[in-house]
């Protein structure tokens, strides 16, 4: 009867409502845009009072917030003794803006450490983008290093360009010019000082792995993209492929910690549960 069929009418009209609800609030949270924290900590015999590094990677000049005051008020909250800056910041495709106005306000605040990464090379400009970083008093490494003192301690940031600024010789699978920069690098390490090292690309393990280096920091592979909570860490990933291994998170590679960033870039391709993430560093002294 007529009222019976009301009855079912609205039951099913709730259960539309309820699903459209769900989804709609589940679609919210996948294609968030806002900020991620993620905090790593690591021990070392080799500090006597604790570090704080922020780790701020493929950028491509987006800007969040009003000039860039999203990004700006999140670095100064975390308040950190270094920015790291690894790669992708600039981009060859967006103007500089985004860069700019980011390293106009941290800059002159923090000490910044800065190498390239493959979009900077993307890019026609390089030697202006190299230009900008120094005007802003960024320290560039490029197959160099810098000491970095903070509370009386010194640690050593060292630093070396993306592959994509090297020719590469025929079936050679990592240019001889990057191997050059990272043996450079691997010269100046010193017994009981803790060592950093900037290089864009985490795919790069089995250099990386047991090379004396306390904490490699790198980006590239923008959080594969496109991640599932609890299953899927990634879905593609640059250099890496489907279900990149090294696609954002801190990882072992004997003796070394390897931090991946997933990002600060907001492009057209859709980030699904992979918000722009910003990587705190804390250096503690062990126990």
């Known amino acids: 009867?007529?009222?019976?069929?009301?009855?079912?009418?609205?039951?099913?009209?709730?259960?539309?409502?309820?699903?459209?609800?769900?989804?709609?609030?589940?679609?919210?949270?996948a294609l968030w845009?806002?900020?991620?924290?993620?905090?790593?900590?690591?021990e070392t015999a080799k500090l006597d009072q604790p570090v704080r590094l922020l780790l701020l990677t493929d950028l491509h000049s987006t800007v969040h917030g009003r000039d860039q005051r999203a990004l700006i008020d999140l670095v100064r909250t975390q308040a950190p003794d270094a920015v790291l800056?690894?790669?992708?910041?600039?981009?060859?495709?967006?103007?500089?803006?985004g860069t700019e106005l980011l390293l106009e306000a941290v800059a002159g605040e923090y000490p910044c450490f800065y190498v390239t990464g493959n979009h900077e090379f993307w890019a026609e400009d390089t030697e202006e983008i190299l230009e900008m970083f120094q005007r802003y008093g960024v320290t560039v490494l490029a197959g160099t290093w810098s000491d970095l003192t903070?509370?009386?301690?010194?640690?050593?940031?060292?630093?070396v360009d993306d592959p994509e600024g090297f020719e590469a010789a025929p079936g050679e699978a990592v240019p001889a010019g990057w191997l050059e920069q990272w043996e450079t690098c691997r010269s100046g390490l010193e017994e009981g000082t803790f060592s950093v090292l900037l290089s864009h690309r985490p795919e790069l393990t089995e250099l990386y792995r047991g090379s004396g280096f306390d904490l490699v920091v790198s980006?590239?592979?923008?959080?594969?993209?496109?991640?599932?909570?609890?299953?899927?860490?990634?879905?593609?990933?640059?250099?890496q492929g489907f279900f990149p291994q090294y696609a954002g998170g801190l990882y072992d590679l004997d003796g070394t910690a390897?931090?991946?960033?997933?990002?600060?870039?907001?492009?057209?391709?859709p980030r699904v549960f992979n918000p722009p993430e910003a990587v705190v560093i804390d250096l503690v002294p062990a126990e």
């Open 33 to 42: 845009t806002g900020f991620a924290v993620r905090t790593y900590t690591l």
């Open 150 to 159: 903070v509370r009386g301690q010194t640690l050593r940031i060292f630093g």
């Open 258 to 269: 390897l931090a991946v960033s997933r990002g600060l870039s907001i492009s057209r391709l």
């Open 1 to 29: 009867n007529i009222r019976t069929d009301m009855k079912i009418f609205r039951k099913k009209w709730k259960i539309c409502l309820a699903a459209g609800v769900v989804l709609a609030a589940l679609a919210v949270w």
């Open 85 to 97: 800056l690894s790669g992708d910041i600039a981009d060859d495709e967006v103007p500089h803006r």
């Open 219 to 239: 980006g590239h592979a923008h959080g594969g993209q496109v991640r599932i909570p609890l299953l899927l860490n990634g879905l593609y990933a640059p250099n």
